[in-house]
């Protein structure tokens, strides 16, 4: 069973993936973007860490709506809303439970991302976080692993697709060529997943 603890690692090895990851992530949207996703990520992350410190809470559901929160409130840019409402609705699907199967997280996950493409407006093959984070939830039923497995692909597949929403649509054609920033965030987000879950000796 995955408890408070648990999403809180998620959320600090998250955060420390955006730290030393965010120079790459400002380079990908420098190319096809404003050249903030690496700033953005970096420093929402270092208000949820910050935030879950403080505020100790003690259930899945309520770290995940305290994170969503933060990345709500402290990005400027698109993804904020976007990653705070994957995180809170993912939250609160889990509900106060002190405790969550993988099971009940991947059908939190699974309504979170759907809220993610309701918000955004944008489907698979827009070429954004959805195409990771899309495949992702699905391979969650399967495994921790599957889910990174899944995003990776996924992340790296945006590289031939022209960009149909956020900044990079404005581009045109001349998105194609150049993987999606906030695709590969969503990468780093659920590798921080499965990197936890292997600590733990969750395999499922
Ligand atoms: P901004 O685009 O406001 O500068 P960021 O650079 O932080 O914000 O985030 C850009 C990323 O947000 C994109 O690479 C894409 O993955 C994601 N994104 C933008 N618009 C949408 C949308 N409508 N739906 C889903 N994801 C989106
Ligand atoms: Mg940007």
């Given amino acids: 069973?995955?408890?408070?603890?648990?999403?809180?690692?998620?959320?600090?090895?998250?955060?420390?993936?955006?730290?030393r990851q965010a120079e790459f992530l400002?380079?990908?949207?420098?190319?096809i973007g404003d050249a903030d996703h690496g700033t953005n990520?970096?420093?929402?992350?270092?208000?949820?860490?910050?935030?879950?410190?403080?505020?100790?809470?003690?259930?899945?559901?309520?770290?995940?709506?305290?994170?969503?929160?933060?990345?709500?409130?402290?990005?400027?840019?698109a993804s904020g809303p976007l990653y705070g409402?994957?995180?809170?609705?993912?939250?609160?699907?889990?509900?106060?439970?002190?405790?969550?199967?993988?099971e009940e997280l991947?059908?939190?996950?699974?309504?979170?991302?759907?809220?993610?493409a309701r918000l955004g407006g944008a489907a698979a093959g827009d070429k954004t976080m959805l195409d990771a984070l899309l495949p992702a939830a699905e391979a969650l039923g399967m495994s921790f692993d599957a889910a990174e497995y899944a995003a990776r692909s996924g992340a790296l597949a945006t590289v031939p697709l022209q960009a149909r929403k956020g900044r990079a649509s404005y581009?045109?054609?001349?998105s194609i060529g150049h993987p999606?920033?906030?695709?590969?965030?969503?990468?780093?987000?659920?590798?921080?997943?499965?990197?936890?879950?292997?600590?733990e000796g969750e395999g499922a």
Avoid at 1 to 19: G, H, I, K, S, Y
Avoid at 26 to 31: P, V
Avoid at 171 to 174: D, H, I, P, V, Y
């Fill in 1 to 19: 069973m995955l408890d408070a603890d648990f999403f809180c690692r998620w959320m600090t090895v998250a955060a420390n993936a955006m730290e």
């Fill in 26 to 31: 400002t380079e990908l949207d420098s190319a």
């Fill in 41 to 77: 990520m970096r420093r929402g992350f270092a208000a949820v860490t910050a935030a879950l410190d403080k505020e100790a809470p003690q259930t899945p559901g309520a770290v995940l709506a305290l994170a969503g929160k933060q990345l709500i409130s402290t990005v400027g840019g």
């Fill in 85 to 102: 409402t994957l995180l809170r609705r993912t939250g609160k699907e889990l509900g106060d439970a002190p405790a969550v199967s993988a």
């Fill in 106 to 116: 991947t059908q939190a996950f699974t309504a979170g991302v759907e809220a993610v």
């Fill in 171 to 174: 581009l045109g054609e001349r």
């Fill in 180 to 199: 999606d920033p906030g695709a590969m965030s969503a990468l780093f987000l659920v590798a921080a997943l499965a990197a936890v879950a292997a600590a």
